[in-house]
């Protein structure tokens, strides 16, 4: 089993720029999530997705879009890159959403430059 | 509203020295509570998590974390600190029916030999 796993690790990107961070996990897990993670901030929730075909915003949606391609695969696209968007993404999955005792499980991250 | 402090951003110890990692919380309701290491340029990894059985919970590599509702405190504990014990540790809190993790601003644990 490879849990959770990011493409790319690293990217830079110019402003303006699109790009799509790809997620899979082969743990059929129902829920996944994006976060991104910035320095003294913690994690911060992005977009979820509870099941295969919903999706919903998270706390900080702004800027980005998402895909659940399939139960296994959940993708985060940037449409117009912004040096805002500097930060680690990581990925994650569970098996229910909601319950409030499920464990997320990590992917290893993205590292995006945006210049 | 679901909301973690953790109250210190660094701690630092020396090999062999007892860790303790403070987290204090604030929930609507009965709170489930985490705590996730983060090795340096790695991913997340579930240390332990409270789910309303045990007060005292017990987690992977020597951690452990006490309950207190009273107190609103889910303080990280280790007797004996070891080198690779250093990274970012996070506290974590959710609510039943939220979908949502609140993370803390996570705790940078430096052990020195």
């Known amino acids: ?10 990217q830079v990107l110019k402003t303006g720029q699109s790009m799509t961070l ?3 996990q082969d743990m059929n897990h129902n829920s996944m999530y994006w976060y ?10 992005i977009y979820y997705s509870a099941s295969e075909g919903t999706t919903d915003k998270g706390e900080v949606p702004n800027g980005y879009n998402v895909s659940r391609l399939n139960k296994r695969e959940f993708s985060l696209r940037l ?37 | 509203a679901q909301s973690v402090t953790q109250l210190d ?10 860790v303790l990692l403070r987290c ?7 709170p489930s509570l985490f705590w996730y290491v983060q090795h340096p340029n790695k991913g997340l990894q579930l240390l332990l998590k409270y789910t309303s059985a045990a007060t005292l919970v017990k987690g992977i590599n020597g951690f452990e974390a006490e309950f207190k509702k009273s107190e609103t405190s889910f303080h990280l504990t280790k007797p004996s600190a070891h080198m690779s014990d250093a990274a970012e540790y996070f506290c974590v809190v959710s609510d039943w029916g939220s ?5 803390g601003k996570g705790t940078s644990l430096l052990v020195t030999p």
């Open chain 2, 99 to 103: 979908y949502a993790l609140n993370f």
């Open chain 1, 79 to 115: 449409e117009s890159a912004a040096p805002s968007q500097t930060s680690v993404y990581f990925c994650a999955s569970s098996e229910v959403v909601g319950s409030g005792v499920d464990t997320q499980y990590f992917g290893p991250g993205t590292r995006l430059t945006v210049l």
């Open chain 2, 9 to 18: 951003s660094h701690v630092s110890v020396s090999e062999g020295t007892p």
């Open chain 2, 24 to 30: 204090n919380y604030s929930s609507s309701y009965s």
């Open chain 1, 22 to 24: 790809q997620c899979a």
């Open chain 1, 36 to 45: 991104r993670q910035d320095p003294g901030m913690g994690l911060r929730l």
């Open chain 1, 1 to 10: 089993n490879a849990g959770v796993t990011q493409t790319p690790k690293f």
